[in-house]
């Protein structure tokens, strides 16, 4: 199920009109738990970026976090992984049955384990494994779920304010779940910051037993065929980016954007209406319902900067905007602002990157945006 289903489907009521008390049967709840997401036996980077914001929730709770690594045999590296990057101890469910992910024995064990131990906490990564698996286990414990944060905090009172944007991304709303634990929520992989990782960490492991057999699962694994997976990742953690919209006028000149992404040595993307016009594939989408992005450097060629693109790139150390309208709403955020024709100026960019030359400016208006 998907994680904003079961996020309709759980008690959220906004801080603000709703009081209403935590059961007693909830309040020994403890820690905040980081599911740790395995992609064929390496930690999932999203997982990573997740210890760090659980680090900062259990040390303003004053409790502490813990790793969740669910899988068949390779997991000594995971739960290591865990520990290097802030988690004081480790949940293992390890057995054959949970090598491959399938969502009816990996629910059952993150199930279990939260209906034995409490945590207070639950995070996932915002990935199509962790929003299967998020979805079905809020909605196995009945607690409250909300996807795609872009900000998580605790408030005054210990409750976990699930910050993300909503009504198409025109506003942020904060979310609470009042009545339920543990309080759930997903980030997408790319926005938050990723912790230091400690050398030498050590911290206790706790075993559990998957209480499964594999006549009780009805998916079977047959075979594995990567889909373009790696691609995506590539994109979201990708140094640089160079990115098309619209302005770019044809899907002939989007080949200007990939040429000089390849040309610097970065990944290409574009925004959403290029998507549904069929010029580009989904994974390449940046923005709120695409890929978030962090990278050093961003050049967004033809893209207006909606908000709804904005959200997806705000993380860039750098961003760079080629846009022909000197108003356009992507010159109130970008860090350089350059007011030019792109179709002109990328094979221009990229000819003078091959050459290692600077490229001629005089026909090109540069100008350095104060945030
Ligand atoms: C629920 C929802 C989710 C959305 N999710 C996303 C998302 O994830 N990602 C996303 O990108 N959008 C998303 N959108 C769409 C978003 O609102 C904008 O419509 C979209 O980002 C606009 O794309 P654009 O900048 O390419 O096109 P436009 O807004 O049309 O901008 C084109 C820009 O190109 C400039 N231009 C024109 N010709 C040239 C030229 N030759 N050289 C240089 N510049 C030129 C123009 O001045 C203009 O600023 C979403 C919308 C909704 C409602």
């Known amino acids: ?33 980081v599911f740790i997401e395995l992609e064929r036996g390496r930690v999932h980077p999203v997982s990573i970026e997740l210890l760090g914001e659980g680090r900062k929730l259990a040390d ?25 990057y802030g988690a004081d ?40 494994l962790g929003r299967d698996l998020a979805g079905s286990v809020a909605t196995t414990l ?21 910050t993300r944007p909503t009504f198409g991304g025109s506003l942020l709303c904060t979310i609470y779940t009042l009545s339920c634990r543990p309080q759930m929520a997903t980030v997408r992989p790319g926005v938050m910051a990723p912790p230091r990782r400690m050398s030498n960490a050590i911290g206790s492991v706790i075993r559990h037993d998957l209480m499964m057999i594999e006549d009780e699962i009805v998916t079977k694994v047959l075979d594995f065929r990567p ?18 919209g619209l302005g770019i006028g044809t899907a002939e000149n989007l080949e200007h954007v990939m040429v000089l992404a390849r040309t610097i040595g970065g990944e290409f993307g574009c925004s959403r209406p290029l998507v549904q016009k069929g010029w580009m594939g989904f994974d390449r989408q940046i923005g709120q319902t695409g890929q ?49 024709d792109a179709v002109d100026l ?26």
């Open 1 to 33: 199920m998907e994680a904003r289903e079961a996020e309709t489907q759980s008690s959220i009521f906004s801080h603000a009109i709703a009081s209403k008390e935590l059961p007693k049967h909830f309040r020994d709840n403890r820690h905040v738990w």
């Open 142 to 162: 009945e607690t409250g779920l909300t996807a795609d944060c872009t900000e998580l905090d605790v408030d005054a009172d210990g409750s976990l304010a699930a």
């Open 60 to 84: 303003k709770l004053g409790v502490q976090l813990a790793g969740v690594v669910i899988g068949g045999c390779e997991t000594r590296s995971a739960i290591a992984e865990a520990l290097a």
């Open 292 to 340: 978030t992005i962090r990278p050093k450097l961003y050049l967004a060629a033809g893209i207006s900067g909606a908000v709804q693109h904005r959200v997806g790139v705000e993380g860039a150390d750098l961003i760079v905007a080629i846009n022909t309208d000197s108003n356009a709403p992507i010159f109130d955020f970008a860090h350089v602002a350059v007011v030019a």
């Open 89 to 128: 101890f480790a949940y293992l469910v390890e057995s054959p049955l949970l090598s491959d992910y399938r969502n009816e024995p990996f629910t059952k064990a993150l199930s279990d384990l939260v209906i034995l131990h409490k945590p207070e906490i639950l995070l996932l990564g915002a990935t199509s």
């Open 346 to 371: 990328l094979p221009a960019l990229t000819t003078a990157f091959t050459r290692r030359l600077v490229p001629h400016t005089q026909t090109i208006q540069v100008e350095r945006c104060h945030r």
């Open 227 to 244: 889909d373009g997976q790696s691609e995506t990742i590539n994109l979201a953690y990708a140094d640089i980016v160079v990115a098309g």
